[in-house]
């Protein structure tokens, strides 16, 4: 028999963090830590900005005996719900043992915690929002996960239809060989571009760092306003979350699309740092964070995290000249692959794209929906 632990002090929250490695994915070849103390901070009221707007409750399944069979982290996001009108809660930090009895208790706890809050509908995984972790890995085990993106076990998504989740919507993740010669016709593009357009691509100024924040900040929430699950950031949150890429980034593959001086799209790839988090187990201190410090120039391969562009000018070819500038930036510094996620399945122009540049789909993630009631039915 299981029943809920729900964690609310500090030693309850740091085997929260810890229970994937430590109980679902001990023997995992691909699974990769997060980095703990980082992620212990997350639920930290006084350290995450998201709880300026947002609340979070987390919880756990426990058997007679105390030992833990699953976890998960219920969401109202109060942001999100006034942009969308809706009454809808997120669920995340979903890990659990093949065990529907588990599951059951999970969903059980989060569904009356969204009772008393007036939420009628649940969506996840996404972790905090969609500028986060965002949904269950349904196919790609086999790879091992990018910085800031989400694992499971594939059984996962079977323990979530059992309780009535339906899928919502799927994202894509695509893989980008350094060695990948594009088309002639792409670099045709390119060069109509060039000769009809003013936009010019350049480097982040690692030395004018919070000014290139401040003029970022408004072109991110402006160019994604209008996607799916979209919250908008705020200046602190967007501060922070790039502060928090700022030990390990690679600054001449942050791009900037600039026409007559001013700022109208930016491209975010980072080195994908999981590597190093795997090889010091998520542990920064006390020697870790010297072998991301001395190791992070080794690294071989990238995500592109963030692609956007401001509505009125993404028919001027600006992302062909992201592409290009990245190819000649990436094979000239040695990195080999490139991960390009995550793409919305409704996003049908950037999925045309990835496929006539011939880049690779490896992954797909899925974001599943419930009404409460529904839930609520499925665990009694």
């Given amino acids: 028999m299981y029943k809920v632990l729900k964690i609310t002090n500090a030693a309850g929250i740091k085997k929260f963090v810890r229970f994937p490695g430590s109980h679902i994915f001990k023997k995992s070849d691909h699974w990769i830590p997060p980095l703990i103390t980082e992620e212990i901070k997350r639920f930290d009221i006084t350290k995450y900005d998201y709880y300026a707007y947002g609340k979070s409750k987390l919880f756990a399944a426990i058997d007679e005996k105390g030992k833990w069979g699953g976890r998960i982290a219920c969401f109202i996001n109060s ?106 016709k792409f670099y045709r593009i390119v060069e109509v571009v060039k000769n009809r357009s003013t936009v010019k691509i350049r480097c982040f100024d690692k030395n004018n760092f919070q000014n290139e924040l401040d003029t970022l900040w408004p072109i991110y929430n402006e160019s994604f306003k209008d996607v799916w699950g979209f919250t908008p950031l705020t200046k602190v949150e967007f501060t922070e979350l790039c502060n928090s890429f700022k030990l390990f980034a690679d600054f001449d593959i942050i791009l900037i699309a600039e026409l007559n001086s001013k700022v109208i799209g930016f491209c975010l790839m980072l080195p994908d740092i999981n590597i190093l988090i795997k090889k010091i187990n998520g542990k920064l201190y006390p020697f870790g964070i010297f072998t991301l410090l001395t190791q992070k120039n080794k690294i071989k391969n990238l995500r592109l995290n963030v692609l956007g562009i401001l509505p009125e000018y993404r028919n001027l070819g600006v992302f062909a000249l992201f592409i290009d500038q990245m190819e000649k930036i990436v094979n000239k510094k040695g990195y080999q692959k490139a991960e390009l996620s995550v793409i919305l399945e409704s996003n049908i122009e950037m999925i045309r794209l990835m496929k006539s540049l011939d880049f690779k789909p490896t992954k797909t993630f899925r974001v599943y929906c419930n009404t409460v009631e529904n839930l609520k039915a499925h665990t009694l």
């Fill in 79 to 184: 942001k999100y719900i006034d942009k969308t009108k809706k009454h809808e809660g997120f669920f995340g930090f979903f890990d659990a043992i093949d065990n529907p009895e588990v599951v059951k208790v999970l969903f059980s706890a989060i569904t009356e915690e969204f009772r008393k809050n007036n939420i009628t509908d649940i969506i996840g995984p996404i972790n905090f929002s969609t500028n986060e972790e965002v949904g269950l890995l349904i196919d790609g085990f086999d790879i091992n996960p990018t910085f800031m993106t989400n694992y499971s076990k594939p059984y996962y998504k079977d323990l979530l239809t059992g309780v009535g989740f339906q899928k919502l919507v799927d994202l894509y993740a695509y893989e980008w060989q350094s060695k990948c010669v594009f088309s002639d």
